[in-house]
């Protein structure tokens, strides 16, 4: 049977009860993260319908944003950028019993009703090669400490090296992204070889600068396991905001968007 989704209030709880003292570290098998020096194949990333890409890069357009506090460093006191430490997996916790719900094709129609913004989730391998993936199903969690989350399928490669890494850099697409988003959910076996990169401030995993209108550089404080994806939830320790010419990706029902022009008389009318 699977597992439902848990509400946001479930995961507030689980991420204060990690930051608390919950986290359960241990030694990783290798050394740190290593320069990428090649690329290679997510094969296990969601598949989108494929396109030719041509991604084009203009001048980035972020402002950047540094830590207002030490960096690592929560309202708990815990250390979240321990050298030689990693997160490791726990198990979701269900109140009872999970039925069996709906069959998948009606859990995506439904789910598809909710238009998201976009975003490119990246980190390192251990072997130091650049992973990503395509990610819609992520949101924030505490302003203090600041927390966001993320779900990423259990058998991804990029899961893995975000696991190893000990951390992440969400990459919030710009409008007409739409290619870029679609590269990072194929099965492409060369996705940072078609994109422009750099390293980010604090934790040095890939930011895709020319691309994005912002982003969210994070480490990793708690991974939870749950159904067939895993909630990853990260401190963010740097990153940049969006200028207020920048415009985002939106995706909705299969469909990518950009967000409505502010003269619509809709967009004026105060609910």
């Given at each position: 049977?699977?597992?439902?989704?848990p509400?946001?209030?479930?995961?507030?709880?689980?991420?204060?009860?990690?930051?608390?003292?919950?986290?359960?570290?241990?030694?990783?098998?290798?050394?740190?993260?290593?320069?990428?020096?090649?690329t290679?194949?997510?094969?296990?990333?969601?598949?989108e319908?494929?396109?030719?890409?041509?991604?084009s890069?203009?001048v980035?357009?972020?402002?950047?944003v540094g830590?207002?506090?030490?960096?690592?460093?929560?309202?708990?006191?815990?250390?979240?950028?321990?050298?030689?430490?990693?997160?490791?997996?726990?198990?979701?916790?269900?109140?009872g019993?999970?039925?069996?719900?709906?069959?998948?094709v009606?859990?995506?129609?439904?789910?598809?009703?909710f238009?998201?913004?976009?975003?490119?989730?990246?980190?390192?391998?251990?072997?130091?090669?650049?992973?990503?993936?395509?990610?819609?199903?992520?949101?924030?969690?505490?302003?203090?400490?600041?927390?966001?989350?993320?779900c990423?399928?259990?058998t991804?490669?990029?899961?893995?090296?975000?696991?190893?890494?000990?951390?992440?850099?969400?990459?919030?697409?710009?409008?007409?992204?739409d290619?870029?988003?679609?590269?990072?959910?194929?099965?492409?076996?060369?996705?940072?070889?078609?994109?422009?990169?750099?390293?980010?401030?604090?934790?040095?995993?890939?930011?895709?600068?020319?691309?994005?209108?912002?982003?969210?550089?994070?480490?990793?404080?708690?991974?939870?396991?749950?159904?067939?994806?895993?909630?990853?939830?990260?401190?963010?320790?740097?990153?940049?905001?969006?200028?207020?010419?920048?415009?985002?990706?939106?995706?909705w029902q299969?469909?990518?968007a950009?967000?409505?022009?502010s003269?619509?008389?809709?967009?004026?009318?105060?609910?």
């Open positions: 049977m699977t597992e439902p989704t509400s946001i209030g479930r995961v507030r709880a689980l991420a204060r009860a990690a930051l608390r003292g919950g986290r359960d570290t241990r030694q990783p098998e290798g050394a740190g993260t290593a320069p990428p020096s090649a290679a194949a997510d094969p296990t990333a969601p598949v319908p494929s396109v030719p890409v041509e991604p890069v203009p980035g357009s972020s402002a950047a830590p207002s506090a030490p960096s690592g460093s929560c309202s708990s006191g815990r250390t979240t950028d321990e050298p030689g430490s990693t997160v490791a997996p726990t198990r979701l916790g269900l109140v019993p999970c039925e069996p719900g709906v069959d998948p009606t859990f995506r129609r439904i789910m598809s009703a238009p998201t913004g976009v975003a490119v989730v990246t980190s390192f391998d251990t072997s130091g090669i650049p992973r990503g993936l395509t990610c819609s199903a992520l949101c924030s969690v505490s302003i203090d400490p600041p927390l966001l989350l993320l990423v399928n259990s991804s490669g990029a899961l893995q090296a975000i696991r190893a890494s000990n951390g992440f850099v969400v990459n919030f697409l710009r409008e007409g992204r290619s870029i988003s679609q590269l990072f959910a194929s099965p492409s076996p060369d996705k940072f070889s078609r994109v422009r990169w750099r390293r980010s401030a604090i934790t040095g995993l890939p930011w895709l600068e020319a691309d994005t209108i912002a982003h969210a550089d994070c480490r990793l404080v708690s991974d939870i396991e749950a159904g067939d994806h895993s909630i990853l939830i990260g401190v963010l320790v740097s990153g940049s905001a969006p200028r207020s010419t920048a415009q985002p990706l939106l995706y299969r469909r990518y950009s967000w409505p022009d003269r619509e008389p809709w967009m004026n009318t105060v609910m």
